[in-house]
């Protein structure tokens, strides 16, 4: 079966420190990826999406970027967060045009 | 794009049915309609998803209007676990927005 992990569970950062999230999915082979964020009581933000090695969308124009080395591996970077950027992340993978999304448990990150 | 309109909060007695409204009335001819939920602090949780015909699954039925401009979520049997944040999204951006807050209550 199927699972995707995130890590880490919590993060606290400082203003201007670099980030690094990691997501890799097991049991499934060219899945789509993608990058979420939700800030406190609302609804979730698409950033980035991939459908294949090296192919990145972004949905937003931010401090973030994000890149796909292995099939099943999408990170999220940043060179030096800012406080708006705090918010908890969370990664989903998809296979094909219809299917759903299964999401990974997520990162919550404060930048203080 | 179809955007999506939900209201922000329902109440539903345990044991009840609770019937989630969702309004797309932009959705185009081949975009399905996805339901997924999320319990606090948690990442989403797939539901069901449908196009055209009504949809039923271990969790849930979705009812899709002829018109496909709504659907319902239906959870049969309401539980205190069933208590989140649930949301509906058409396909095309996968956007989510803020949702319907189900408060299931004994």
């Known amino acids: 079966s199927q699972t995707i992990h995130q890590w880490p569970a919590t993060l606290v950062q400082p203003v201007g420190s670099p980030l690094s999230l990691e997501c890799t999915v097991e049991g499934t082979s060219n899945p789509n990826l993608y990058w979420y964020r939700q800030a406190a009581g609302r609804g979730l933000q698409l950033l980035f999406y991939?459908?294949?090695?090296?192919?990145i969308s972004s949905e937003v124009p931010q401090n973030l970027s994000a890149s796909r080395p292995q099939d099943r591996q999408f990170i999220l970077s940043s060179k030096k967060l800012l406080l708006s950027d705090s918010g908890f992340y969370l990664c989903?993978?998809?296979?094909?045009?219809?299917?759903?999304?299964?999401f990974g448990n997520g990162t919550r990150l404060t930048v203080t | 794009d179809a955007k999506t309109t939900q209201p922000p909060s329902m109440d539903c007695a345990e044991g009840r049915a609770a019937n989630l409204p969702c309004n797309h009335s932009t959705i185009s001819g081949n975009e399905y309609v996805y339901w997924y939920r999320q319990i606090h602090s948690q990442g989403p949780q797939y539901i069901i998803h449908?196009?055209?015909n009504n949809e039923t699954n271990e969790m849930a039925s979705l009812i899709i209007t002829e018109d496909r401009k709504s659907s319902t979520l239906i959870l049969p049997h309401a539980t205190l676990r069933d208590t989140a944040v649930y949301y509906c999204i058409t396909a095309s951006k996968l956007t989510f927005g803020t949702g319907t807050r189900l408060q299931v209550t004994l």
């Open positions: 991939s459908v294949g090695i090296g192919q």
């Open positions: 449908g196009l055209k």
């Open positions: 989903a993978w998809s296979v094909g045009r219809e299917s759903p999304l299964h």
